[in-house]
């Protein structure tokens, strides 16, 4: 999948709600029949994240300003639209709290 839509394959893993990790793997499998890399998620998620779209609560990743009633290629001209904070920001998860719900979804 090209790198410019790995942001778009996770808001259709959220649509709508405040997600755990594995949660967001599975919807994003099931989308996609592949399983997201650490670094594909890092990088959409700081992508949303920089762009005030997205955020981490808890072990949750939420969406935040994104009007769910947009259709994918609004959605991607929203997030391509929105100015990114200059910030440098740590990753939203680490690398190991991925590889654990990777784990665990696919000891399902």
Not at 51 to 67: K, N, P, Q, T, Y
């Amino acid at each position: 999948m090209p790198n410019s839509l790995i942001p778009l394959w996770i808001l259709g893993a959220l649509r709508g709600r405040s997600s755990t990790l594995r949660e967001i793997i599975a919807r994003a499998d099931y989308l996609n029949h592949a399983i997201l890399t650490y670094e594909e998620f890092n990088n959409a998620a700081d992508m949303l994240r920089s762009r005030g779209l997205a955020r981490r609560s808890a072990m949750r990743f939420e969406l935040c300003g994104v009007d769910d009633s947009l259709s994918d290629e609004d959605l991607l001209r929203q997030i391509a639209n929105t100015p990114a904070s200059d910030s440098e920001a740590p990753p939203m998860f680490s690398r190991a709290e991925f590889q654990k719900a990777v784990s665990e979804y696919l000891e399902r």
